[in-house]
């Protein structure tokens, strides 16, 4: 209790610094990142752990927390996006082959690295080592990813397609429930022959849902763009690979981008994926600070070979596929993207092919 009342004043001198220094948005945002880092690891609310689960025990009851936290954020976000087009952003990504390779990558790569984006985070801020070393390899992972993009747009892209646009805010949010309603049905028809009979959704999903959903609101209200992981960590790999004169950004098409131009320049405090990052290990530390230290087991080295690996390919591969479970997923689908669905689809396929791997290499 001593670490989590010392831990939580450093906590609120870092609001303070970014409220005073930086902006009040970034230490509102850092605030809501917080609020992600206690969420997901207080609630454990894995995106990884509920396909696994699903997959492997048939208990569907993570994913239709995730289908939960869908709605209500679409719900919200919709009407908002309408309301507000120029103020507000969605998480808008082309369908593409990039988008496909990406996707099916980084679903099987997730198993094997136990984490998505946000899973690594909140994990790395809990202590567990596989996790704390992944990160700098997601970053190099996802900068490479962002240096070769406009190669692997050249192989097939069309313009990204928001439902709220083509067909309004209402229409789109009953063809997002609609949706919803129908992967949450098979994924009750995949667990049908379970054995063990669960509940559709525990306590700790359904708050863990609820808040996150909120959580998610705030952060497209405050930021003007929904919640995003993978771009932070391009951009810490760029910064670094730039600064040492190892990349020039100006002969790259992705990083020679205006809007990309400009975050390379300023300071990384000032870019709104990066503050939340920073926060969601924040609070995953707060909620560690209570306990007595992670419970993870000890890895052979091939494990975390093939661990380490993952986690770099984590990186390139949703930096492809325009986000992660939370770019792609949460905020693709919770803001009326269509490439969010087609990732869903892709990631869970390469998915059922990451946890056989995971269990051949005993994680």
Known sequence: MNNRWWLSGVLLVILAFLAWSVSVRQALLYGVGLGFGMVLAGARFGFTTGWRVLIEQRDASGVWAQMLLLALAAAVSFPLLAAYPTELSAALGPPSISLLVGAFVFGGCMQIADGCGSGTLYKA???????????????????????????????????????????????????????????????????????????????????????????????????????????????????????????????????????????????????????????????????????????????????????????????????????????????????GSVHGWIWVVLAFMGSLIGVRVRRHYGY
Not at 148 to 165: A, E, N, Y
Not at 245 to 265: E, I, K, M, R, Y
Not at 288 to 307: D, E, F, I
């Open 125 to 335: 801020g809990l202590g567990i080592p596989l996790n704390l070393a992944i990160l700098p390899l997601f970053a190099l992972g996802s900068f490479l990813g962002s240096a070769h993009l406009p190669w692997w747009f050249s192989l097939g892209s069309t313009q990204p397609i928001s439902l709220v646009q083509e067909f309004g805010a209402g229409s789109a949010l009953g063809m997002t429930f609609a949706g919803l309603l129908v992967i949450g049905l098979l994924a009750s028809w995949w667990a049908r022959r379970s054995p063990v009979k669960t509940s559709l959704l525990s306590k700790r999903l359904l708050w863990g849902a609820i808040a996150l959903a909120v959580l998610a609101v705030l952060n497209l209200v405050i930021a003007g763009q929904p919640w995003g992981v993978v771009y932070g960590f391009g951009l810490w790999g760029a910064k670094i690979a730039t600064a040492l004169h190892w990349f020039d950004p100006a002969t790259n098409g992705f990083w020679s981008q205006p809007v990309n131009a400009q975050a390379l320049q300023q300071s990384v405090l000032l870019d709104v994926t990066t503050i939340t990052n920073l926060g969601i290990l924040s609070g995953a530390l707060w909620i560690l600070s209570a306990k007595a230290g992670n419970t993870a087991k000890a890895l052979t080295t091939k494990q975390w070979v093939v661990g380490l690996l993952a986690g770099f390919l984590l990186g390139y591969s949703s930096r492809l596929a325009f986000g992660c479970n939370v770019g792609a997923m949460v905020s693709g689908i919770s803001t």
